[in-house]
């Protein structure tokens, strides 16, 4: 049976991006397709994914006759195909696990919406704004209390969805250089994500293609 994941323009497609781990990180084998998200192409593109999934968005993954169309479905379909270890076992760990992914999926409560991935790829940063430092300092104290409350190294002890989900928001945020001392789980969490071979893997292109500039970063 063939499987096909439909990406994104690697230093523009967050989502694709978390979906595109999930499998990686469980080493399931898949053929990906990389959907040019960029303007003007990116609403032609996605149009033709629309001919796959109701959504009109990456990732899609193609699984034989079966779309699977949302990047948490594939995450945790990646989880069920795989070793199965990426939620855990124990029902309030894995509770936990979902809140946070849900957390993540639905916005993250609106933290920081002008502090784009795109904009991590920039050569010539802005400062943080004021309430942009807010918004990390929340997300910072929820990650601290998490791995405070686990004990590590991950955000429910073992790497979970939960910790590859908000691989994308580190990297946004953290390339800000944000004042991450009043943190020092959170920063070994994030200098332990970063490394993690399917996170360079992914960054090593992402660096590689020109900046997708956004007009509202200012």
Not at 130 to 146: I, T, Y
């Amino acid at each position: 049976m063939s499987r096909v994941l439909y990406s994104g323009t690697k230093n523009a497609s967050t989502w694709a991006f978390r979906a595109w781990l999930a499998l990686r990180e469980q080493e399931v084998q898949f053929e990906e397709v990389v959907v040019d998200i960029r303007r003007p192409q990116r609403f032609q593109n996605l149009q033709r994914i629309g001919e796959l999934s109701p959504a009109r968005s990456v990732p899609v993954l193609e699984e034989g006759d079966i779309i699977i169309f949302d990047s948490l479905a594939i995450m945790e379909y990646a989880n069920d195909i795989g070793s199965g270890e990426l939620l855990p076992q124990d029902p309030l760990m894995r509770a936990r696990a979902r809140a946070m992914l849900s957390w993540q999926h639905s916005g993250l409560s609106g933290l920081c919406p002008r502090l784009s991935f795109e904009s991590a790829f920039y050569p010539d940063k802005r400062l943080m704004t004021p309430e942009e430092e807010m918004d990390a300092e929340r997300l910072f104290a929820a990650w601290e209390g998490e791995l405070e409350q686990s004990g590590g190294p991950y955000l429910m002890g073992a790497l979970s969805l939960a910790d590859l989900a908000f691989v994308p928001t580190v990297i946004r945020i953290f390339s800000h250089a944000p004042n991450l001392q009043p943190w020092p789980l959170t920063k070994q969490w994030i200098d332990r994500l970063l490394a993690r071979d399917s996170v360079k893997e992914w960054m090593s292109e992402a660096t590689e293609l020109p900046p997708v500039v956004l007009s509202d970063y200012r």
